[in-house]
Nanobody
Framework: QVQLVESGGGLVQAGGSLRLSCAASGRTFSSYAMGWFRQAPGKEREFVAAMSGSGGITYYADSVKGRFTISRDKAKNTVYLQMNSLKPEDTAVYYC??????????????????WGTGTLVTVSS
């Protein structure tokens, strides 16, 4: 059974940092693209960042470029999202996702093959 389990969410003040982790189990995701989405209260889920299986391709939403960094540890089957300079508008449930395809058009649409259950990030002003 494939599982993606997020951790690392919490409450942080504006300007602070958090690092999210997503541990994958049930299969090896080394060749899969992995990434992050988020859903703020009352809003639709939106793409945040993605990384190819090789790590050579990364995509970021414009709203997080320069502040968030995605990385992965293939040996641990884990993907990370380092979030710096957090803003109140970053408050959301953050979801990990995985898919066999790495393309911006696919990831921006959000129809990924595997999803985690989410971790809440709250940024106070």
């Amino acid at each position: 059974q494939v599982q993606l389990v997020e951790s690392g969410g919490g409450l942080v003040q504006a300007g602070g940092s958090l690092r999210l982790s997503c541990a994958a189990s049930g299969r090896t995701f080394s060749s899969y693209a992995m990434g992050w989405f988020r859903q703020a209260p009352g809003k639709e889920r939106e793409f945040v960042a993605a990384m190819s299986g090789s790590g050579g391709i990364t995509y970021y939403a414009d709203s997080v470029k320069g502040r968030f960094t995605i990385s992965r540890d293939k040996a641990k089957n884990t993907v990370y999202l380092q979030m710096n300079s957090l803003k109140p508008e970053d408050t959301a449930v953050y979801y990990c996702a995985a898919d066999s395809v790495i393309s911006y058009s696919r990831w921006s649409r959000g129809g990924m093959a595997y999803w985690g259950t989410g971790t809440l990030v709250t940024v106070s002003s």
